[in-house]
């Protein structure tokens, strides 16, 4: 006949888990998480870019320039437009704007550089997103004036991005008068320029 102490656990045993079951519904619980849906991932939404940032530069600014053999042009000096794009939408450029200004005898002509001649400097007129395109020239000049120290050059780009923008960059240029002065420039016929290969 079963002790009084034996009846006890006997009950305790049949009313409560065991601490196997426990484990297990502990190890249960803990996969499932709350309300067992498990871990979640989260996707990233990329913006496009709506509009291209382009900044010019000029290289080198200022530039010495120098003494030529065409004495209708005597002064001549060589620069690269450099066109940076830096918002992640490409482009191409459609053309350049350059003029020159003297301080004695005033503003030249406009000098229009098209976007074929820019293919054929640059092997293209097209910027890459987040890249740059570098535009070499190479020019003879009238300075304009009776031997002016230096002469400005004002540049006008036009970028037209991948979107259908079209984007306008300034840049001014510093073209100091050439170390040697053998050939006196007595004109005073606005600064004009010619560019050519080099």
């Known amino acids: 006949m079963p002790t009084s102490d034996q009846n006890l656990a006997q009950s305790v045993s049949d009313g409560w888990p065991s601490r196997i079951e426990m484990a297990t519904c502990l190890a ?9 849906t498990g871990p979640t991932t989260t996707t990233a939404t990329t913006i496009p870019v709506a509009l291209a940032s382009v900044a010019v530069t000029l290289v080198p600014n ?8 065409n004495s209708d042009f005597p002064w001549e000096y060589g620069v690269t437009v450099v066109l940076t794009e830096t918002a992640g939408l490409g482009g191409s450029v459609d053309f350049i704007n350059t003029v020159l200004v003297s301080p004695i005898a005033g503003e030249g002509t406009p ?6 001649a820019i293919t054929q400097r640059a092997g293209t007129n097209h910027v890459n997103a987040n890249s740059l395109l570098n535009i070499p020239f190479f020019f003879h ?6 031997n002016p120290n230096f002469i400005q050059e004002n540049y ?3 970028f037209t991005d991948e979107r259908g923008n079209v984007i306008t960059g300034h840049a001014q240029l510093r073209i100091n008068a050439p170390a040697s002065t053998l050939r006196s420039i007595t004109t005073l016929a606005p600064a004009h320029m010619e560019p050519y290969l080099r």
């Open 28 to 36: 249960f619980a803990a996969s499932c998480g709350d309300g067992g």
């Open 62 to 69: 200022p530039v010495r320039a120098t003494l030529s053999f």
């Open 111 to 116: 000098f229009n550089i098209s976007a074929a």
């Open 141 to 146: 000049l009238t300075a304009g004036g009776r």
């Open 156 to 158: 006008e780009i036009q």
